[in-house]
């Protein structure tokens, strides 16, 4: 068990619709990411949040945003979606950077239909 | 634009034998290299990573070997035992401000050790 949390673990929709993930980093952890595993794209880094700001994207669609929150825990937010995004998403979270290592929640299945 | 190569898909290895998984990398600014394990419907587990500034990490029966100038990874797993069979992800990143430690991964290596 890394200590972040990911919720909720399956999610099916369908194509259009708008869902949110919830993650909670691991305790202490300022900086959360998040990495989308599509079959045949890998896992891909979409965006990272430091203590309520954003500080790097990686290829997140404009239709896909994300937000941190006093308490740290982070939302990931996926509209208009299409079959496409039907994928594993991971969060991750670390001290800060102070040595780069990141530990992975055990994601949300999100199936759009 | 994949800088992270993991060019064998699959490994499989006797148990008590050396595991070695090989990566490789196009960006010469990487400075902080993982590997991380994967069950199904399991999130990554961090298992090693390692500085440029180092060549070798060992901890327990996990070594990564770094060749900057091959920019070039290893992973060995001496010895191999049945909970390793998994898949083995290498990841790589620019400890900067701008980067703030994104990963960039691997496609993965499949492990299966076998008795």
């Not at chain 1, 890998?42 to 990272?48: C, D, K, N, R, V």
């Not at chain 1, 937000?67 to 039907?86: A, I, R, T």
């Not at chain 2, 180092?54 to 770094?66: A, I, P, Q, Y």
Request: one cysteine or more; charged letters at 20%; a neutral charge.
């Amino acid at each position: 068990d890394s200590g972040v949390t990911q919720t909720p673990k399956h999610l099916i929709t369908a194509t259009g619709q708008r869902v949110t993930l919830r993650c909670s980093p691991r305790s202490g952890d300022l900086s959360v990411y998040w990495y989308q595993q599509s079959l045949d794209q890998g896992l891909q880094f979409l965006i990272q949040y430091y203590n309520g700001e954003e500080r790097a994207k990686g290829n997140i669609l404009e239709r896909f945003s994300a937000q941190q929150f006093p308490d740290l825990h982070s939302e990931l937010n996926l509209s208009s979606l299409e079959l496409g995004d039907s994928a594993l998403y991971f969060c991750a979270s670390s001290v800060a950077t102070s040595d780069g290592t990141q530990y992975f929640g055990p994601g949300t299945r999100l199936t759009v239909l | 634009d994949q800088q992270v190569k993991q060019n064998s898909p699959s490994l499989s290895v006797q148990e008590g034998r050396i595991s070695i998984l090989n990566c490789d990398y196009t960006n010469s600014m990487f400075d902080y290299f993982l590997w991380y394990k994967k069950y199904p419907a399991e999130g990554p587990t961090f298992l090693i990573s390692i500085s440029s500034i180092k060549d070798k990490n060992e901890d327990g029966r996990f070594t990564v070997f770094l060749n900057k100038s091959a920019k070039h990874l290893s992973l060995h797993i001496v010895p191999s035992q049945p909970g390793d069979s998994a898949v083995y992800f290498c990841a790589a990143s620019r400890m900067t401000t701008d980067s703030w430690g994104k990963l960039q991964f691997g496609a993965g290596t499949q492990v299966v050790v076998t008795p």
